[in-house]
């Protein structure tokens, strides 16, 4: 069967887009569940804090998606 995979992410924790070049750093201000049931994280921009995304746990989890920020950034 499938496993789904864990969810290690905290607020507080930050993340930039795989493929952005800009390497804007976002940060996780609220991880709820969706009233369709399925976990997300909304996050917001550590540059423009106005700026926010909301994206499913898996999405931030996936690689291909997001990565850690690097280690150094600091609030």
Known sequence: ??????????????????QDNKKIVWVVEKIFEHVDGILHARLYNK???KTMITVSALTLADPDFFCRAPNG???
């Open 1 to 18: 069967m499938f496993k789904r995979k864990t969810f290690d992410a905290q607020v507080g924790d930050m993340f930039v887009k795989s």
């Open 47 to 49: 540059t423009h804090p």
């Open 73 to 75: 950034i600091e609030d």
